[in-house]
C-alpha cells in the first residue's frame, strides 16, 4: 500500500541547530514515536527498533535509515527500509531546513513509503490518520528537545528558560 505524506513545521532555532538535532540519533530517539533504540551505524546510516500499534494491530519494527543527497544545514534525502512483526516498509523522503528569520527555521517534508504485511490490512484510510497522527507527535517532541529545561541559557547569573511562540 502506497503512503504519500508532506508538510511543513516552524521551529524556533536557527537552521543550522535544527539541522544538527535532526541528524543526531539520541534526539531522533526521543522525538521518534515508539522509537526503543536508534545508533549511527556509518556517518549517515542509523538502524533502529520501533514499537508501534496501528489500529489494532501492535509489534515492533525493525528498520535502516541512510541519509544521502545531504547539504547540510539545508537539506537532505532520507531513505528507510525495515520489516518486523507488523510488516514491511519502504519509503523516501526528501527534506528541506530554511531560514524563517529571527532565529526560526522552517522545515518541510514531501515522503513517499509503500507498506505491506498486517499494517496494511488495516487500511489506506486508517494508515494515513496514524501517519500523520505521528508526525504530528514527532514535531511536537522535537519542538519540545529545544524548549526543554536543559536547553535553558545561563545569562549574568539567572537562568532563563527558552519559550516557543
Known amino acids: 500500500m502506497k503512503v504519500n505524506l508532506s ?5 524556533d532555532v536557527p537552521p543550522q541547530t535544527l539541522w544538527d538535532a535532526v541528524i543526531d540519533p539520541a534526539t531522533l530517539q526521543k522525538a ?3 522509537c526503543r533504540d536508534m545508533r549511527a551505524v556509518g556517518a549517515a546510516d542509523y538502524i533502529m527498533t520501533l514499537d508501534l500499534k496501528v489500529a489494532a494491530v501492535g509489534g515492533s519494527f525493525e528498520g535502516k535509515i541512510a541519509l544521502s543527497d545531504m547539504s547540510p544545514p539545508h537539506s537532505c534525502t532520507i531513505n528507510l527500509s525495515g520489516e518486523g512483526s507488523l510488516g514491511t516498509g519502504t519509503g523516501t523522503a526528501k527534506v528541506t531546513i530554511a531560514d524563517a528569520g529571527e532565529g526560526k527555521s522552517t522545515i ?3 515522503a513517499d513509503g509503500d507498506v505491506g504485511g ?7 484510510r486508517v494508515l494515513m490518520g496514524v501517519a500523520k497522527h505521528l508526525t504530528r507527535q514527532f514535531f511536537t517532541a522535537l519542538k ?8 535553558e ?3 549574568g547569573g539567572t537562568t532563563q528558560k527558552k519559550t516557543s511562540r
Open 7 to 11: 508538510g511543513s513545521e516552524t521551529i
Open 32 to 34: 521518534v514515536p515508539g
Open 108 to 110: 518541510s517534508y514531501d
Open 118 to 124: 498486517l499494517v496494511a490490512g488495516v487500511g489506506q
Open 144 to 151: 519540545a528537545h529545544f524548549t526543554s529545561p536543559k536547553r
Open 153 to 155: 541559557k545561563s545569562e
